[in-house]
T-cell receptor, first 109, second 115 residues
Framework: GQNIDQPTEMTATEGAIVQINCTYQTSGFNGLFWYQQHAGEAPTFLSYNVLDGLEEKGRFSSFLSRSKGYSYLLLKELQMKDSASYLCAVRDSNYQLIWGAGTKLIIKP | ETGVTQTPRHLVMGMTNKKSLKCEQHLGHNAMYWYKQSAKKPLELMFVYNFKEQTENNSVPSRFSPECPNSSHLFLHLHTLQPEDSALYLC??????????????FGPGTRLTVL
């Protein structure tokens, strides 16, 4: 079967750095997405990785290793507004998105 | 604001009711999706429409019936639902259902409670 694993919940301090990991086993690979979802709101697109390496976008970076079936989302200079759920999704060989259950990130002052 | 709107935002219905969820996208996209999101579970893809044609139906019970009259509008008709169908129903759209960095844009969802 297809599976995406990510931690259920993480806690970090305002101003710090946090890394959210995602591991996947899917039938084929056509890219990996990270989305942010605030409580009661729509998931919003953060990043897309299809080649190995690091993609940086301001305070957020996403890393991919296809050989290891592994990605992480790195958030720097954490702000209170970063408290949200972070969803990892992989596009499989049928171009369907397979989703993780999400990581709830709690930021403390 | 993502360019995808959903109505209603909240819906409470009995098991014998019939109701419909509506989604509209203002992004000029050709693919639209219905997802079910339950607490602490991954998003479940229900239906995909690409250029108004249904391309995916992931074994969804027949009490859920989608309708896509044009590329901008998507409906989910609900009939004789069960309490376990209570969840957040998300609509999304993308340029088209293909590979590459085709990004899905989500609406805010309809929080459905079945009594």
């Amino acid at each position: 079967g297809q599976n995406i694993d990510q931690p259920t919940e993480m806690t970090a301090t305002e101003g710090a750095i946090v890394q959210i990991n995602c591991t996947y086993q899917t039938s084929g690979f056509n890219g990996l997405f990270w989305y942010q979802q605030h409580a009661g709101e729509a998931p919003t697109f953060l990043s897309y990785n299809v080649l190995d390496g690091l993609e940086e976008k301001g305070r957020f970076s996403s890393f991919l290793s296809r050989s290891k079936g592994y990605s992480y989302l790195l958030l720097k200079e954490l702000q209170m507004k970063d408290s949200a759920s972070y969803l990892c999704a992989v596009r499989d060989s049928n171009y369907q998105l397979i989703w993780g259950a999400g990581t709830k990130l709690i930021i403390k002052p | 604001e993502t360019g995808v709107t959903q109505t209603p935002r909240h819906l409470v219905m009995g098991m014998t009711n019939k109701k419909s969820l509506k989604c509209e996208q203002h992004l000029g996209h050709n693919a639209m999706y219905w997802y079910k999101q339950s607490a602490k579970k991954p998003l479940e893809l229900m239906f995909v429409y690409n250029f108004k044609e249904q391309t995916e139906n992931n074994s969804v019970p027949s009490r859920f019936s989608p309708e896509c009259p044009n590329s901008s509008h998507l409906f989910l008709h609900l009939h004789t639902l069960q309490p376990e169908d209570s969840a957040l129903y998300l609509c999304a759209s993308s340029q088209d259902f293909s590979g590459g960095a085709d990004t899905q844009y989500f609406g805010p969802g309809t929080r459905l409670t079945v009594l």
